[in-house]
Nanobody, 122 residues
């Protein structure tokens, strides 16, 4: 499966963005998908994940109640709705996919998109 992340941009603190992760391949519905982010000078960190069916979602503590992950298997797209953005949310956001169950670590994913930059101005 190949992934392409989009939707990043410059937003003021308190604003919202919706990231999209578009996938190619016939078996996308059998893949769990995660979002990660990497701020300048920091390691890539888990943000959210969703199971292949969309029935299970997981979030980093830092984004619970602020971000929402969802998917549309017909459109082969996973979304990350980000509300109440803060300057500390500034990072390059990556989507990743793996067959089967979800994971919350970078090593748990086999397929990665190219990343989309989110910049939150204060």
């Amino acid at each position: 499966v190949q992934l392409q992340a989009s939707g990043g941009g410059l937003v003021q603190a308190g604003g919202s963005l919706r990231l999209s992760c578009a996938a190619s391949g016939r078996t996308f519905s059998s893949y769990s998908v995660g979002w990660f982010r990497q701020a300048p000078g920091k390691e890539r960190a888990f943000v959210a994940a969703i199971s292949w069916s969309g029935g299970n979602t997981y979030y980093a503590d830092s984004v619970k109640g602020q971000f929402t992950i969802s998917r549309d298997n017909v459109k082969k797209t996973v979304y990350l709705q980000m509300n109440g953005l803060k300057s500390e949310d500034t990072a390059v956001y990556y989507c990743a996919a793996r067959r089967g169950g979800t994971a919350t670590t970078v090593r748990g994913y086999d397929h990665w998109g190219q990343g989309t930059l989110v910049t939150v101005s204060s």
